[in-house]
């Protein structure tokens, strides 16, 4: 049975992924398309800006990314990355990745 497992990687994305690449675990099961997230944490960690990434890569109305969508003190566009490994017996039998750059 193949096993799947998605990530979403954020880079320079508002407070997230500012030194190196954030990577949130989004699923992993026997279901292609997963089952249930859960975001938890303290106040001001991020989770609004996990489901804002989320909700700018479901939309193609790329007018959802503000200035506020990546920081000003650095010359790199932001980027968000949905990958998605398939897994057959400990090995990786799909691979896809869907970028998203916000140019500064």
Do not use: Q
């Not at 992924?17 to 699923?27: H, M, Q, Y």
């Amino acid at each position: 049975m193949e096993f799947y497992k998605r990530v979403l990687k954020l880079h320079h994305f508002r407070n997230l992924g500012r030194k190196s690449p954030t990577e949130l675990p989004l699923n992993s099961s026997f279901e292609k398309h997963g089952g249930l997230v859960i975001l938890v944490g303290e106040n001001n960690v991020g989770k609004s800006n996990v489901l804002e990434a989320l909700i700018i890569f479901n939309d193609a109305d790329i007018k959802l990314c503000s200035e506020e969508d990546y920081f000003k003190d650095h010359e790199k566009d932001s980027l968000l990355s949905l990958e998605e490994e398939a897994i057959l017996d400990h090995k990786i039998t799909g691979f896809s990745c869907v970028d998203l750059r916000i140019r500064t």
